[in-house]
């Protein structure tokens, strides 16, 4: 009986693994715990393993790498077309096998240690970001009630709220001044946790040289810098910066047929993080985009002059996503757009 390729269903506590012979027959189908599973590779020779990218698959990939296997990670709705027909484990794990061997299949990179404690500060901040939003809005909510109005902005509602505190003539009961502390209380603290988590992440950002090169480039600060890096690493699994941008969901959906080329909205597909970093980075270049260098404010201007504000800022991002894949695969510094003059002056040099 022999292995060639290895398909993986994972789970948190159970494993289902099909093997695939080289002739595409299922030569092996066994269930393992954990330990079991690293037990009955350990002296296994197959040409691949391939598991679907979900939660334990970068451990399990990088205890099976140990191992000398080539181990490869797809997304879970690249491998659905290879099942063949009604849903259980085993024929999860064999649609897995199946795909892992197809040359133009899209995989996953295995991340390090480094790149997930990354990951993990941002959806904490993420998570603390968001749950400041909802602290503000419930604040707001509770007072609109009792006839009392803040200015949008967080810094409005945090600066407001202790003179509505304070003011004895609003006519607020005391059960309501005591929640409202409380929640002012919980408000300081996610602040804290948010500022903390921040400069962590300005830490690491100066102390990778990837990161600094990134930073270079415009709409592109520590936290945008520190998740791309901690996602795609050196940018090896796209083959250009289009893909990248692709994956982010910052370019259009196509509906084309019969020769004939239809493009929608962008397609919003990916890593929505990351896109929503690039947009934001995108927004504030397009407020200061005369301070911007001589080529990249002549863009941005031929632009804005034609298109909605929403979508320069999505195509801006679309550019700074390219660039920064530029950036990392091809470990060079940014370089500034030049003007047409600047590029002409230069070439006659």
Excluded at 175 to 203: F, N, W
């Amino acid at each position: 009986m022999e292995i060639d390729t290895i398909g993986i269903d994972l789970g948190k506590t159970v494993f289902h693994l099909v093997g695939l012979n080289v002739a595409g027959e299922v030569v092996v189908r066994r269930k393992f715990s954990r330990l079991q599973l690293l037990r009955f590779t350990a002296n296994l020779r197959v040409r691949l393993i391939g598991m679907e990218s979900c939660g334990g698959s970068h451990f399990l990939g990088r205890s099976l790498r140990e191992q000398g296997h080539e181990v490869r990670l797809m997304p879970a709705q690249y491998v659905k077309p290879y099942v063949k027909t009604n849903k259980n484990d085993y024929i999860d794990a064999e649609a897995i096998a199946e795909a892992v061997g197809r040359a133009n299949m899209r995989f996953v990179p295995i991340k390090s240690d480094e790149q997930l404690d990354m990951q993990s500060l941002h959806r904490v901040r993420d998570r603390w970001v968001a749950r400041r939003t909802s602290v503000i809005n419930q604040i707001r909510g509770l007072l609109l009630e009792r006839g009392i109005t803040f200015r949008k902005g967080r810094r409005h509602a945090a600066a407001s709220l202790p003179a509505a505190l304070e003011d004895a003539d609003n006519r607020l009961s005391g059960l309501l001044r005591m929640l409202l502390a409380q929640l002012q209380g919980e408000l300081r603290q996610l602040q804290s946790q948010i500022d903390d988590s921040d400069a962590l992440i300005a830490k690491a950002a100066g102390e990778h040289e990837p990161c600094r090169r990134l930073m270079a480039i415009p709409g592109i600060g520590p936290l945008t810098a520190t998740a791309v890096a901690a996602s795609i690493g050196n940018g090896s699994e796209f083959r250009k910066g289009r893909s990248f941008a692709a994956w982010l969901g910052l370019v259009p959906k196509q509906e084309s047929t019969g020769g004939k080329q239809k493009l929608l909205g962008i397609s919003k597909r990916g890593n929505h993080y990351l896109r929503r970093l690039f947009v934001s980075g995108a927004r504030a270049v397009l407020q200061c985009r005369d301070k911007q260098s001589a080529g990249l404010s002549a863009w941005l201007g031929q632009l804005a002059s034609r298109v909605h504000t929403n979508v320069a800022a999505v195509a801006l991002a679309n550019k700074m996503a390219r660039v920064a894949w530029a950036v990392l695969a091809k470990s060079e510094a940014y370089r500034p757009p030049l003007s047409a003059i600047s590029a002409e002056a230069l070439a006659c040099n």
